[in-house]
């Protein structure tokens, strides 16, 4: 095919397509592989900010909550920072700083704090993180109450239990425990509320209706909780009658109980009727816990550096036009590449092109091989092929002179004594039809022989396989060649180690075996040897054929086995052979899954070994 590829169709194109695709792809894989790894880790980085933040204040509020200032909270801070990797700091509500993690120079903060510490009004957002993460101070078996009123729970004030109380109300909740267990199967622990008082946990179980587990000491306040609930008892009632509300009654628990004897006013609150009373509660214990917890503080939580600790993605048209450039540079490198090692790919696969065109015309056709990668290999296995096709065309010209000089000389000879014998010049008796006899068992011989090398090429030669006793077979062809060998004053030895049996077709080993023998005494000059050995080697049968002839050029040696070559171009059929015993001999061999090989040394004569499995590998017809 003449003329240039098409561009749709060259190898450049595809090449470039196919990488252009690839890198397209890639980049979009990775870029949402990217954002997509991304977003989880600042969805992480951001939950575990959270969690952290969540633990410093629910620390913070903690130690707020039992203590009346922030003087000795600077170690708690520290620990805080260390433990976030973080800078803490606590200011008053005017920013006044209290306490920092870090010994440095002032941090510069942020325009909003992260919280707000302040026990009396807590942050229900962070106070929710802070129990969904499991850093809640607040005890599950507190009262609803002192949750819900934004009270910090640990901020117990006047209600704090001293130790013999604790002790006492210990002792009874135990007794209490050790008689539901015992007398009613119940399962009860104990818990104590950040007051010190123990709480009973049954499991939703109700047996204090029994009377046998009864206690007075955990039914009813103590002297401190007696106290401290009289004391607020009176803030409720002067917040309730400043709101004109009904008086009540509080519980331990800050809940209360309206007094039957006090009816409340039709529209004298400044609310929903009934809105008042939590709302005096609340105030009141505010304004009772106030003394023992610490002042509202700002809380910081910044970077060590001094910046905002907050996790953030920010995808600003600056960094939208940053990827695209990427991705602009990446294609563009891509594109690039490609082009170059398409070129690179594309011009030896031209140059093998242009070579067979040349070598279509007739033509040398060579490739120049550079490098050792796969196109490096393809060139110098092409020039090889080129090489080994400009040898096999010559041989075939000679092969062409050579049959037809084979066959023109005993064809000659015949016409010639026929046409003598018509003619009357020559009588035909019996040396003369001796002499044409010959000159047809020669042209047989030549045809029998193509034919063989025919069939073999065509991979129809089939063998037909069963026991064979190398021994005799060398004895065989020894006796079959003893003639010729001694009328070329040669002399044939064979020698067998051991007993050697194969599976094989013993004519046409024979006539593998024969043809090598024929061949090494045509070259054995008078007073040889020719040697025929058999021997085991490696779980094969292998028979050596060497001769003590003038042996054969190493540049020779490889073109031993073509097909009409001879060492001697000069000889002729009679002195020389048809130049196809070799080449039949190799071919019978690879028939019965073996090989034929040759090595000689100029001056003291060749060898050829034939391999052959032992158990047999023959092709049977």
Not at 69 to 76: D, K, L, P, T, Y
Request: net charge neutral; hydrophobic share 40%; aromatic share 4%.
């Amino acid at each position: 095919m003449r003329g240039d590829v098409p561009l749709h169709r060259s190898l450049l194109l595809r090449v470039l397509a196919v990488s252009v695709l690839v890198s397209v792809c890639s980049i979009a894989a990775t870029a949402w592989l990217t954002a997509r790894s991304t977003t989880v880790a600042i969805r992480q980085e951001q939950g575990q900010a959270l969690a952290d933040d969540a633990r410093t204040y629910d620390t913070l509020l903690g130690y707020a909550a039992t203590h009346p200032g922030w003087g000795g909270a600077g170690e708690i801070v520290r620990q805080l920072a260390r433990d976030t990797g973080r800078r803490v700091t606590l200011t008053t509500e005017r920013r006044v700083p209290l306490v920092d993690s870090d010994s440095g120079p002032p941090a510069k903060l942020p325009d909003q704090p992260t919280a707000s510490i302040d026990p009396l009004h807590v942050d229900t957002v962070l106070a929710a993180a802070s129990s969904s993460s499991g850093t809640a101070g607040s005890d599950a078996s507190l009262p609803q109450a002192a949750v819900t009123d934004h009270i910090d729970p640990r901020a117990v004030g006047p209600f704090l239990l001293p130790r013999k109380e604790r002790d006492t109300l210990r002792a009874a909740a135990e007794r209490r425990a050790a008689c539901l267990r015992g007398t009613f199967g119940t399962v009860a622990t104990i818990a104590y509320s950040p007051s010190g008082r123990p709480v009973l946990d049954t499991g939703g179980a109700r047996p204090y209706s029994e009377s046998r587990c009864l206690s007075t000491v955990l039914d009813r306040p103590t002297a401190t909780e007696a106290k401290a609930l009289a004391a607020l008892q009176k803030l409720v009632d002067s917040c309730l009658e400043r709101r004109h509300e009904s008086q009540v009654r509080l519980n331990l628990d800050f809940t209360w109980t309206r007094l039957p004897s006090a009816a409340p006013p039709q529209a004298a609150d400044d609310g929903p009727r009934g809105s008042a009373v939590p709302d005096c509660v609340a105030s009141s214990r505010r304004e009772q816990l106030a003394p023992y917890v610490a002042p509202p503080a700002l809380l910081f939580i910044t970077s060590r550096d001094g910046g905002d600790a907050s996790t953030a993605f920010d995808l600003s048209p600056e960094n939208q036009a940053r990827i695209a450039g990427v991705a602009a540079l990446v294609l563009l490198i891509t594109v690039t590449a490609s082009v170059m090692a398409g070129t690179r790919l594309s011009r030896p696969l031209r140059a093998l092109t242009d070579a067979v065109r040349n070598m279509e015309e007739g033509r040398a056709a060579r490739v120049e091989v550079r490098g050792k990668d796969e196109i490096g290999r393809l060139a110098a296995a092409f020039n090889a092929m080129a090489e080994r096709r400009e040898r096999l065309e010559e041989l075939r010209k000679a092969m062409v002179g050579d049959v037809a000089h084979e066959l023109r000389t005993p064809l000659s000879n015949i016409r010639g004594w026929l046409e003598a014998a018509q003619d009357g010049l020559a009588d035909p008796d019996p040396d003369l039809v001796s002499s044409l006899l010959e000159e047809a068992l020669l042209l047989q011989h030549i045809i029998d022989d193509l034919q063989d090398l025919a069939v073999a090429d065509a991979g129809e030669l089939r063998v037909h396989a069963e026991p064979v006793d190398v021994a005799d077979l060398l004895a065989q062809v020894a006796t079959a060649h003893r003639g010729s060998a001694e009328a070329a004053s040669v002399t044939l030895a064979t020698r067998a180690d051991g007993r050697l049996r194969l599976v094989a077709d013993p004519v046409r080993l024979r006539q593998a075996v024969g043809n090598l023998v024929s061949n090494a005494v045509r070259h054995t000059p008078p007073g040889g040897t020719v040697s025929l050995l058999a021997r085991r080697a490696d779980g094969e049968v292998v028979i050596d054929v060497a001769d003590t002839g003038n042996g054969i050029a190493p540049d020779d040696l490889p073109l031993v086995f073509e097909r009409f070559w001879r060492v001697e171009k000069s000889r002729s059929r009679r002195s020389g052979g048809s130049g196809l015993g070799l080449p039949i001999a190799r071919k019978l061999a690879e028939a019965h899954g073996g090989s034929l090989t040759a090595t000689s040394i100029v001056g003291q004569g060749s060898t050829f070994t034939l391999r052959l499995p032992a158990h047999g590998h023959a092709r049977e017809a």
